[in-house]
């Protein structure tokens, strides 16, 4: 009885150390998931064009800035954007990008996803600016808008006309070059062509904003509330890298964009995002 009931103890324990030591492995092995689940999705990075579901209570502000690389506009822009946690989109020119710096500002901002989107604006700027010209030729535009795209390896078919308000998306054109071929043939190809609703302008002869960030913001406010934009609740202001150089106007940038901060309705969004390019 004695022999009999040790034998049953050393049976218990031998079956309590498999099962203790099954039950570790499989705890290593369920750590080990979590682990890599984990690393997956910490590494996990949204592709450009991936869509958002959008807030029927929110404001949507596209910061769109023409004519990238123009350092130290650019730099100032992307270091206020970057340090007030707001998306912003630059449309680049082909051929701004001269030397290793500008090339290197290209990259940070082709890097910069899903914080900042590179978009394109040709290479030529309208064969330099020479817009009547440009769009008289559709071949060698719609070439000139090719080149910039694989020269600054831009990875999305989004376009702004350079001197040219106008929007395209699957057969909607409308704008000031809603007739032209350029304008039709892009579209066909699936590019998205992208105006814009508010200009923060540039004065005559100088390298610095014509409006106030007061007078910006009053605007933004004024078109949101009267519905005075291409789509409800979305609002695309463009302005230009260049205009941000000086130290006073780069702190005018940072007060516009802190202050619409304040706003809880104000949701900041790269171009890839808005509904004409999302919907394709």
């Known amino acids: 009885m004695i022999k009999l009931f040790a034998k049953s103890l050393v049976l218990l324990s031998v ?35 991936t869509p958002i579901k959008y807030d029927s209570s929110k404001r949507y502000i596209f910061l769109t800035w023409d004519d990238s690389p123009q350092p130290p506009g650019t730099t100032n822009c992307l270091k206020i954007f970057n340090e007030e946690g707001v998306k912003s989109t630059f449309f680049a020119v082909g051929f701004n990008q001269v030397g290793p710096h500008k090339k290197r500002i290209i990259d940070s901002i082709r890097n910069s996803y899903p914080n900042v989107l590179l978009a394109n604006h040709s290479f030529s700027h309208g064969f330099n600016d020479k817009y009547n010209k440009f769009y008289s030729t559709p071949d060698s535009a719609y070439n000139d808008f090719m080149r910039n795209e694989r020269d600054l390896q831009i990875g999305v078919k989004i ?15 409308h704008g000031q070059k809603a007739t032209n071929e350029v304008v039709k043939r892009l579209d066909a190809n699936g590019y998205k062509i992208i105006g814009w609703d508010v200009e923060w302008m540039q004065q005559p002869k100088a390298k610095a904003p014509k409006q106030s960030a007061d ?54 969004e790269t171009i890839d995002h808005y509904p004409t390019v999302q919907n394709k």
């Not at 030591?21 to 092995?29: D, L, P, V």
């Not at 376009?159 to 054109?173: D, E, F, Q």
């Open 15 to 49: 079956s309590s150390t498999l099962l203790l030591i099954s039950s570790c492995g499989n705890n290593k092995n369920d750590d080990k998931k979590v682990k890599e689940d984990s690393l997956k999705n910490v590494n996990v990075k949204p592709l450009p064009g």
């Open 215 to 268: 007078e910006m913001i009053r605007t933004i406010n004024q078109k949101f509330d009267d519905g005075m934009t291409n789509e409800a609740n979305m609002i695309v202001i463009l302005s230009h890298d260049r205009l941000f150089e000086k130290q006073q106007y780069a702190d005018s940038l940072r007060k516009f964009i802190q202050v619409l901060k304040q706003d809880p309705r104000n949701v900041f």
């Open 159 to 173: 376009i702004r006309l350079p001197g040219n308000n106008t929007w395209a998306s699957n057969g909607n054109i």
